[in-house]
C-alpha cells in the first residue's frame, strides 16, 4: 500500500485555516487520551499556567469574559481567554488581553507542530487547543480563562488541571453526543470536576445538585452554589435598577446598567462568586473593576448595535430552547410592545421546530438566512418549512445574503437615532465602550439569532454600517477565509 504523502508545511495563515478546518473529519473523536499525548510532545504548554476552567450550556462565553476582566482588575499580568466559536475571525479564540493571536505566531507553531498533529491524527478542537496552551505559556500568562468547547468529561479542554472550575446554565444542546436528557447533559458538564478543586454553579434543581455533591464528594472538591448568594434590586429612580450582590466574602452594589439583562446578571453573579473562590477573599474595591466589566462583552451575545438612519440591531447568539427563552424574557421586559424582526438560521441538529417557534413568539416576521453553501449542519428552509404549521410558515421567508440585500433591507425598517457615542474604533475587543441599548417607542427592532454561525455571516456585512463593530476591522482582510 502506498502511504498517503504528508502535506507540505504552511506558508501563510491562509495555509494554516485551510489545514485546521480539514481536521473537522476527525471531529466527533471525543476522549483525553489523543489531547495528552498530544500536549506531551509538545513539551506540556499547559503546566505552569493557572487556570479558570467554564462549562456549561448557555452563558459560557460571558462568563469567560467576565472572568478574564476580573482577573485583570485583581492584578493578574496577562489574562488568557480561549473560547469557541469565532464568528469572523479564527484568532478570535485565542486572546492575552483582549489582543488576538498574530497570525504570524500561528504559522510558526504549526510548522512545528504537524509532524506529531499528523501522527496523532489530531482534531480541529485537539489542535487549536493546543495552540491556545502554547500561545498562553510563550506569553507567560499569569491566569487563563478556559470555555469547553463540547460538554466537558471528555473535552480537549480537560487536560489542563485548573485552579476553578465553574458551571453556568445547563439546558438540552447536543443532545446526539451529549445524551437527551438535561440529567445526562449535566453529568457530562459537571465532568470537568478535579480533585481538591472548587466548583462553582449556577444549577438550582435539587436532583442535579445531589449528583454533583455526591460526586464532589468523593473527589473532595467544594461545591459552591450560586442560589446561596443572592442578588437584588435595589429600589430608586434609577432603571434598570442597581443590584446588591451578596457575594462569599462582601457585597457588592454594581449599577442597574452594568448588565440590564436578567441572564447576563445572573452570569455576572456566577461571575463575581467565581472570582471570589478563586482570589480566596473579597475582590477588590469595585472602582476597579466595574469599568473593566462595562468592556468585557462577548461579541454577538447580547449585544446591541446603533447607528444614525438605521434601526438598532440586538446580535445574540442563542441557539437552543434555553437561550432563546432568555432572550425573549429580555426583550418582553425592557421593549414591551416594541415591533420586532428577526434575522435567523439554526443548526439541523439542533431542536430546530421550538427553537422558531420560540423566535416567532416575539417576532412579527422571521427572515431565515441559507447558511448551507457554507455549513453542512445548516438547516434549510425547505426543512423549517416542513416542521412549521401553514400559519407559521406565512411569517417566516427565506432571505439569501446577496451583496447589498441587508444593507437594503434595513435602511427599509426605520431609523432610530444612536444613545451614546460611538465606540473608539482602535479600542480592543475587551476594551470597547458598550453601546446603550435602544429608548422605549421609536421604531422596529432587529433581532439576529439562531446560530453564531449566521451573526458570523452577518458581521462582515454589518461592520461597515454600525460602529460598535469596529473591534472586527482588524480582521477585514480575513472577511472571505
Not at 438598532?312 to 432572550?327: E, K, R
Request: glycine letters at 8%; aromatic letters at 8%; charged letters at 20%.
Amino acid at each position: 500500500m502506498t502511504a498517503t504523502p504528508s502535506p507540505p508545511l504552511p506558508e501563510t495563515y491562509r495555509d494554516c485555516l485551510a489545514f485546521f478546518y480539514a481536521r473537522n473529519q476527525f471531529a466527533m473523536k471525543l476522549g483525553l487520551e489523543n489531547i495528552h499525548a498530544l500536549l506531551d510532545r509538545l513539551g506540556n504548554p499547559e503546566r505552569g499556567l493557572t487556570f479558570l476552567h467554564v462549562a456549561g450550556t448557555n452563558g459560557k462565553g460571558s462568563v469567560c469574559a467576565n472572568l478574564a476582566a476580573l482577573a485583570g482588575a485583581a492584578g493578574y499580568r496577562r489574562v488568557g481567554l480561549y473560547t469557541s466559536p469565532h464568528l469572523v475571525s479564527f484568532r478570535e479564540r485565542i486572546q492575552v488581553d483582549g489582543e488576538p493571536i498574530p497570525a504570524a505566531f500561528i504559522v510558526a507553531w504549526l510548522r512545528r507542530a504537524l509532524p506529531v498533529i499528523l501522527e496523532l491524527q489530531a482534531t480541529y478542537f485537539e489542535c487549536v487547543t493546543a495552540l491556545a496552551l502554547d500561545y498562553f505559556r510563550d506569553r507567560a500568562c499569569g491566569a487563563v480563562v478556559l470555555e469547553t468547547g463540547l460538554g466537558g468529561r471528555l473535552d480537549a479542554t480537560n487536560a489542563v488541571m485548573p485552579a476553578i472550575t465553574v458551571i453556568t446554565s445547563i439546558s438540552l444542546d447536543h443532545t446526539s453526543i451529549l445524551g437527551d436528557t438535561v440529567e445526562a447533559i449535566w453529568k457530562e458538564k459537571i465532568g470537568i470536576l478535579k480533585p481538591g478543586i472548587p466548583m462553582v454553579v449556577r444549577e438550582d434543581r435539587p436532583a442535579l445538585l445531589e449528583e454533583l455533591e455526591r460526586r464532589a464528594a468523593a473527589f473532595g472538591s467544594p461545591v459552591i452554589r450560586l442560589m446561596d448568594h443572592a442578588w437584588e434590586e435595589i429600589p430608586g429612580a434609577e432603571s434598570p435598577a442597581a443590584i446588591l450582590f451578596h457575594g462569599r466574602y462582601a457585597t457588592y452594589e454594581l449599577p442597574g446598567d452594568l448588565r440590564p439583562e436578567s441572564h447576563q446578571r445572573e452570569n455576572l453573579a456566577l461571575s463575581l462568586l467565581a472570582m471570589e473562590v478563586f482570589l480566596g477573599r473579597a475582590l477588590p474595591p469595585p472602582e476597579t473593576w466595574i469599568p473593566a466589566l462595562r468592556q468585557a462583552r462577548m461579541p454577538g451575545r447580547t449585544q446591541w448595535l446603533e447607528a444614525p438612519g438605521l434601526p438598532p440591531v440586538l446580535l445574540d447568539g442563542a441557539h437552543n430552547p434555553g437561550g432563546i427563552d432568555a432572550l425573549a424574557a429580555y426583550l418582553a421586559r425592557a421593549f414591551p410592545g416594541r415591533r420586532v424582526q428577526s434575522l435567523f438560521a439554526v443548526m439541523k441538529d439542533k431542536d430546530y421546530a421550538a427553537v422558531c417557534r420560540r423566535v416567532l413568539g416575539f417576532s412579527e416576521r422571521i427572515l431565515f438566512v441559507p447558511l448551507g453553501d457554507e455549513f453542512p449542519r445548516a438547516l434549510a428552509f425547505a426543512e423549517l418549512e416542513a416542521a412549521l404549521s401553514p400559519a407559521e410558515r406565512a411569517r417566516v421567508e427565506a432571505f439569501p445574503l446577496a451583496p447589498g440585500a441587508l444593507e437594503a433591507w434595513l435602511r427599509s425598517t426605520g431609523p432610530l437615532a444612536p444613545r451614546v457615542p460611538a465606540p473608539d474604533p482602535r479600542a480592543p475587543f475587551l476594551g470597547a465602550p458598550r453601546p446603550g441599548t435602544p429608548r422605549p417607542g421609536g421604531d422596529d427592532l432587529v433581532v439576529a439569532c439562531g446560530s453564531l454561525y449566521l451573526l458570523g455571516k452577518l458581521i462582515p456585512q454589518l461592520t461597515p454600517l454600525y460602529p460598535g463593530l469596529n473591534w472586527f476591522r482588524q480582521f477585514t482582510d480575513e472577511f472571505d477565509c
